[in-house]
Nanobody, 119 residues
Framework: QVQLVESGGGLVQAGGSLRLSCAAS????????MGWFRQAPGKEREAVAG????????YYVDSVKGRFTISNDNAKNTVYLQMNSLKPEDTAVYYC????????????WGQGTQVTVSS
Protein backbone atom coordinates (compact mmCIF):
# COMPACT_ATOMS: atom_id res chain seq x y z
CA GLN A 1 0.00 0.00 0.00
CA VAL A 2 1.20 3.50 -0.87
CA GLN A 3 0.32 6.59 1.11
CA LEU A 4 0.62 10.05 -0.39
CA VAL A 5 0.54 13.28 1.57
CA GLU A 6 0.46 16.65 -0.19
CA SER A 7 1.48 19.96 1.31
CA GLY A 8 2.37 23.46 0.20
CA GLY A 9 -0.93 24.81 -0.98
CA GLY A 10 -2.21 28.23 0.00
CA LEU A 11 -3.34 31.65 -1.13
CA VAL A 12 -1.14 33.61 -3.50
CA GLN A 13 -1.55 36.62 -5.75
CA ALA A 14 -1.51 36.29 -9.51
CA GLY A 15 2.05 36.14 -10.75
CA GLY A 16 3.26 34.51 -7.56
CA SER A 17 4.72 31.07 -6.92
CA LEU A 18 4.03 28.02 -4.80
CA ARG A 19 5.74 24.67 -4.44
CA LEU A 20 3.64 21.65 -3.72
CA SER A 21 5.16 18.56 -2.15
CA CYS A 22 3.95 14.98 -2.26
CA ALA A 23 5.58 12.71 0.28
CA ALA A 24 5.17 9.03 -0.49
CA SER A 25 5.41 6.22 2.03
CA UNK A 26 5.10 2.56 1.54
CA UNK A 27 6.29 0.55 -1.39
CA UNK A 28 7.35 3.31 -3.77
CA UNK A 29 9.99 2.02 -6.15
CA UNK A 30 11.35 3.01 -9.51
CA UNK A 31 8.47 1.29 -11.27
CA UNK A 32 5.95 3.99 -10.42
CA UNK A 33 4.60 6.93 -12.37
CA MET A 34 3.68 9.98 -10.29
CA GLY A 35 1.19 12.60 -11.32
CA TRP A 36 -0.28 15.89 -10.21
CA PHE A 37 -3.95 16.52 -10.91
CA ARG A 38 -6.24 19.41 -10.11
CA GLN A 39 -9.94 19.96 -9.82
CA ALA A 40 -11.59 23.36 -9.79
CA PRO A 41 -15.17 23.88 -8.58
CA GLY A 42 -17.65 22.76 -11.19
CA LYS A 43 -14.94 21.32 -13.43
CA GLU A 44 -13.63 17.87 -14.12
CA ARG A 45 -10.35 16.75 -12.68
CA GLU A 46 -7.47 17.25 -15.09
CA ALA A 47 -3.95 15.94 -15.26
CA VAL A 48 -1.46 18.75 -14.76
CA ALA A 49 1.93 17.04 -14.78
CA GLY A 50 3.41 13.58 -14.60
CA UNK A 51 6.75 11.98 -13.89
CA UNK A 52 8.02 8.49 -14.54
CA UNK A 53 10.26 7.52 -11.64
CA UNK A 54 12.22 5.00 -13.69
CA UNK A 55 12.81 6.86 -16.94
CA UNK A 56 12.62 10.43 -15.73
CA UNK A 57 10.21 11.43 -18.49
CA UNK A 58 7.77 14.23 -17.74
CA TYR A 59 4.36 15.37 -18.95
CA TYR A 60 2.66 18.77 -18.70
CA VAL A 61 -0.76 19.93 -19.79
CA ASP A 62 -0.46 22.76 -22.29
CA SER A 63 -1.90 25.38 -19.95
CA VAL A 64 0.99 25.03 -17.48
CA LYS A 65 3.93 24.44 -19.80
CA GLY A 66 6.71 26.88 -19.09
CA ARG A 67 5.23 27.78 -15.70
CA PHE A 68 5.09 24.52 -13.73
CA THR A 69 7.91 22.06 -13.13
CA ILE A 70 7.64 18.57 -11.68
CA SER A 71 10.67 17.14 -9.93
CA ASN A 72 11.57 14.49 -7.41
CA ASP A 73 13.87 13.71 -4.54
CA ASN A 74 14.52 9.98 -4.49
CA ALA A 75 16.11 10.05 -1.07
CA LYS A 76 13.02 11.62 0.42
CA ASN A 77 10.51 9.69 -1.71
CA THR A 78 9.00 13.06 -2.55
CA VAL A 79 7.68 14.62 -5.71
CA TYR A 80 7.36 18.36 -6.11
CA LEU A 81 5.35 20.69 -8.31
CA GLN A 82 6.92 24.10 -8.62
CA MET A 83 4.29 26.55 -9.84
CA ASN A 84 5.39 29.95 -11.12
CA SER A 85 3.53 32.82 -12.75
CA LEU A 86 0.32 31.59 -11.20
CA LYS A 87 -2.97 32.69 -12.68
CA PRO A 88 -6.46 32.84 -11.15
CA GLU A 89 -7.46 29.95 -13.42
CA ASP A 90 -4.91 27.77 -11.63
CA THR A 91 -7.13 27.88 -8.55
CA ALA A 92 -8.09 24.32 -7.67
CA VAL A 93 -7.55 21.46 -5.28
CA TYR A 94 -4.33 19.77 -6.33
CA TYR A 95 -3.89 16.04 -5.88
CA CYS A 96 -0.85 13.82 -6.04
CA UNK A 97 -1.32 10.33 -7.44
CA UNK A 98 0.74 7.23 -8.17
CA UNK A 99 0.37 4.20 -10.37
CA UNK A 100 2.56 1.26 -11.13
CA UNK A 101 4.01 1.44 -14.62
CA UNK A 102 1.82 -0.54 -16.97
CA UNK A 103 -1.35 0.07 -14.99
CA UNK A 104 -3.91 2.13 -16.94
CA UNK A 105 -5.24 4.13 -14.02
CA UNK A 106 -3.76 5.91 -11.05
CA UNK A 107 -4.16 3.67 -8.02
CA UNK A 108 -3.15 5.78 -5.07
CA TRP A 109 -4.24 9.33 -4.27
CA GLY A 110 -3.41 11.95 -1.70
CA GLN A 111 -5.98 13.98 0.18
CA GLY A 112 -5.45 17.13 -1.88
CA THR A 113 -4.20 20.61 -1.12
CA GLN A 114 -6.01 23.84 -1.96
CA VAL A 115 -4.34 26.40 -4.20
CA THR A 116 -6.06 29.75 -4.52
CA VAL A 117 -4.74 32.46 -6.82
CA SER A 118 -6.21 35.92 -6.36
CA SER A 119 -6.36 38.47 -9.15
Amino acid sequence: QVQLVESGGGLVQAGGSLRLSCAASGRIFSSYTMGWFRQAPGKEREAVAGFSWSGGSTYYVDSVKGRFTISNDNAKNTVYLQMNSLKPEDTAVYYCAARRIGRPNYEFWGQGTQVTVSS
